[in-house]
């Protein structure tokens, strides 16, 4: 049963997932730890998932629904948080699912550490449309991860497996609240904007092993028919880690690593696509990545020397051009395989 002050907080958004909430809403119910509530924030679906939301809050008195108009998966996060009554909370996409001792073991860490303000989590396997079930590709020694600030916390996931999704963690509400953190709304690429910050700010940060289940995208959605948004969200978020990085002066080693996954993101995801963008407002997207290049350089690999040296060569439109041949080379020879 859950009591009137619950542990922890589970936020859901929803939008057009009929087909998979019921084994995501039910995964929760099935915890070993019981001191929970589900808040489920309905995102204007209009396949029939925001009656299975009411189906379920109807159900169960420890689940809460609410409805809102379509305003992205940000949006919903946010006003999650702001109903969440939980001392902790986790977000779970509403296609995927947790592990039935996924809450256990972060109690069981909290009263540990007595005070801890994110807890990562090891797991997380990707479930393909198959069925098939493809474990992590790295074991992280959670030793190493007992008890760190943000900063080290931080540089030990860049160093291994650096990980942007929200969800998979648990937050402490009030560290959150305080910090005043928001996922931006209207924006792509909300995940690279915000994670990292929230665990690069926390006093205390820990990780356990339950496994956190995601369903591989569908390359149709939204996302990636729109190339002009994708970019420009993505040369945004960059230019706003940059702002970041010149105010709070982090030490020498995790300050390029986090440049360096900048550069790799400024590479594959916004110069790559930039090509399948209409040629009337590809200029406008090659000139604001113009002023970010200079991070690239931070990309010490051999793709990312051969970038730099291209662009010097050639420019940065044709350089995009080639990125985008590549990229578009890789794609086909990934779905004959």
Not at 195 to 210: G, N, Q, T, W, Y
């Amino acid at each position: 049963m859950i009591e009137n002050n619950p542990e922890f907080s589970v936020i859901i958004p929803v939008y057009n997932v009929k087909d998979y909430l019921n084994a995501c809403i039910d995964s929760i119910l099935e915890q070993s730890y019981k001191n929970f509530e589900i808040i489920l924030v309905d995102d204007g679906s209009t396949d029939g998932s925001e009656t299975i939301c009411d189906e379920y809050s109807k159900k169960y008195n420890n689940i809460y629904v609410y409805h809102k108009q379509n305003g992205g998966q940000s949006s919903a996060r946010n006003i999650g948080v702001e109903h969440a009554n939980g001392t902790y909370f986790i977000f779970v996409d509403s296609d995927d699912f947790i592990a039935t001792n996924t809450l256990e073991m972060f109690k069981e860490r909290i009263d540990q550490l007595t005070t801890v303000d994110v807890i990562l989590s090891e797991e997380m396997s990707e479930v393909r449309n198959d069925g098939t079930i493809v474990p992590p590709d790295n074991k992280l020694d959670q030793q190493e991860y007992f008890r760190l600030n943000g900063q080290m916390a931080l540089t030990k996931m860049y160093q291994t497996i650096p990980n942007w999704s929200p969800c998979g963690k648990c937050y402490r509400t009030e560290y959150w609240r305080n910090k005043t953190f928001k996922f931006i709304e209207g924006r792509i690429s909300e995940d690279l904007q915000l994670i990292d910050r929230v665990i690069l700010e926390a006093d205390v940060v820990s990780m356990v092993s339950p496994h956190y289940y995601y369903r591989s995208r569908i390359m149709t959605s939204t996302m990636h028919k729109n190339y002009y948004k994708l970019v420009d969200d993505t040369i945004f978020v960059i230019d706003d880690w940059i702002d970041y990085l010149n105010q709070k002066k982090l030490n020498k080693e995790l300050n390029e690593l986090i440049l360096k996954s900048l550069a790799n993101t400024l590479e594959h995801i916004a110069l790559a696509n930039i090509y399948y963008v209409p040629k009337e407002q590809r200029g406008v997207l090659t000139g604001k990545a113009y002023k970010c290049v200079s991070i690239l350089r931070y990309d010490t690999s051999l793709e990312g020397k051969a970038t730099m040296y291209a662009i010097s060569l050639i420019g940065l439109d044709l350089t995009c051009l080639i990125l985008n041949k590549i990229k578009s080379f890789r794609k086909k020879r990934k779905s004959i395989k």
